[in-house]
Each structure stands twice: as structure tokens, then as C-alpha cells.
């Protein structure tokens, strides 16, 4: 089995809000500045995240942008 596309296919289960407050959070940003920068309340940031994580397998939030650059995303940081 390819882990490698075993983990983008985890990935590309994410919804794109998901997607997206991931990146945030490994760009070190907030729950407050993420919920400000797309419009919704930090609430809806945490459910967000915890979705993510949940899809990825990941249980620690400190552990998300080491699975970015296990998977070769971590290009998406730079964006």
C-alpha cells in the first residue's frame, strides 16, 4: 500500500473549510484571526478543526503541519 497516497487521499476528504482553517492553524494563526479572516465565528473554527484532525487520524493539533510536509503540501503554507 502507498502510505503516501493513502495520507492525500485523508486529504482530499476534507471539505475545503476544512482545508483551509488547517492551513491557517499551521500558518500559527488564531481560532480568532481565522474566524475574522473567512467570515465565521471561532466556534465554527474549532468544529472545523476537529473535523480535519478527525479525517487525517491526527490527535494532536501540533501534528497537523508535520502531516502537510509528510505529504507534500507544504507548499500550501507558502501561499
Same mark, same amino acid.
Do not use: F
Given at each position: 500500500?502507498? @502510505?503516501?497516497? *493513502? =495520507?492525500?487521499?485523508?486529504? &482530499? ?25 473567512? =467570515?465565521? =465565528?471561532?466556534?465554527?473554527? !474549532? ?9 487525517? *487520524?491526527? !490527535?494532536?493539533?501540533?501534528? @497537523?503541519?508535520?502531516?502537510? &510536509?509528510?505529504? =507534500?503540501?507544504? &507548499?500550501?503554507?507558502?501561499?
Amino acid at each position: 500500500m502507498n @502510505l503516501t497516497a *493513502a =495520507g492525500l487521499a485523508n486529504w &482530499y476528504e476534507l471539505t475545503p473549510s476544512e482545508m483551509e482553517v488547517t492551513i491557517a492553524i499551521c500558518k500559527q494563526l488564531s481560532n480568532q484571526t481565522i474566524a475574522k479572516l473567512h =467570515g465565521v =465565528g471561532p466556534k465554527t473554527v !474549532s468544529a472545523h478543526k476537529r473535523n480535519a484532525m478527525l479525517k487525517l *487520524a491526527i !490527535s494532536r493539533e501540533t501534528h @497537523l503541519t508535520a502531516y502537510l &510536509y509528510e505529504q =507534500g503540501l507544504d &507548499y500550501l503554507l507558502d501561499e
